[in-house]
Antibody
């Protein structure tokens, strides 16, 4: 049973960067495709990007291009999402989740990491 | 970019049937997945590939997809089904993932 455990809440200043981790257990990490999804307070789910098996390629949503970097460390079974040039609108809960199947659904999900951007 | 539209809210009495729609251009040609999210919790997959259920999800949750509308149906609704529900597709043309706008289900 795959489990994803994320790092704790962060408070950041506008203009700074945040790096959130997602540690996987219970499966072959190098075979995973991991996506990151965020949810602003009271808002819906928004896909940010993903990293593919063997961590060879990444794919980012257009609105985050240039600001988000997704990486993975196979030795620790951990994926990372770094978001730079933070602004107040980036205040949200950030989730990691595993892509499944040829039609790409998400299961399971990490518990979420709250990132608060405030001066 | 591909857009998925859901009604903001659906209200249903206990024991009745809730139907949540997800509208998108020719969505019937795509595979649709559905998630349940309760307050303060991560989303949980309840239906994938239009109508398949992950293990542990009750048979009361079912899905269908045709034309421009996909539907999640919750039969014999219980108080514990009160949550936000999101549809999702993978748009192969852009290789991006799209979520619906979300529907809040209220059990009266």
């Amino acid at each position: 049973q795959v489990q994803l455990v994320q790092s704790g809440a962060e408070v950041k200043k506008p203009g700074s960067s945040v790096k959130v981790s997602c540690k996987a257990s219970g499966g072959a990490f190098s075979s995973y495709t991991i996506s990151w999804v965020r949810q602003a307070p009271g808002q819906g789910l928004e896909w940010m990007g993903r990293i593919t098996p063997t961590f060879v390629t990444t794919n980012y949503a257009q609105r985050f291009q240039g600001r988000v970097t997704i990486t993975a460390d196979e030795s620790t079974s951990t994926a990372y999402m770094e978001l730079s040039s933070l602004r107040s609108e980036d205040t949200a809960v950030y989730y990691c989740t595993r892509d499944r199947g040829s039609s790409r659904w998400f299961d399971p999900w990490g518990q979420g990491t709250l990132v608060t951007v405030s001066s | 970019s591909y857009v998925l539209t859901q009604p903001p809210s659906v209200s249903v009495a206990p024991g009745q049937t809730a139907r949540i729609t997800c509208e998108g251009n020719n969505i019937g040609s795509k595979s649709v997945h559905w998630y349940q999210q309760k307050p303060g919790q991560a989303p949980v997959l309840v239906v994938y590939d239009d109508s398949d259920r992950p293990s542990g999800i009750p048979e009361r949750f079912s899905g269908s997809n045709s034309g421009n509308t996909a539907t999640l149906t919750i039969s014999t609704v219980e108080a514990g089904d009160e949550a936000d529900y999101y549809c999702q597709v993978w748009d192969s043309s852009s290789d991006h993932y799209v979520f619906g706008t979300g529907t809040k289900v209220t059990v009266l």
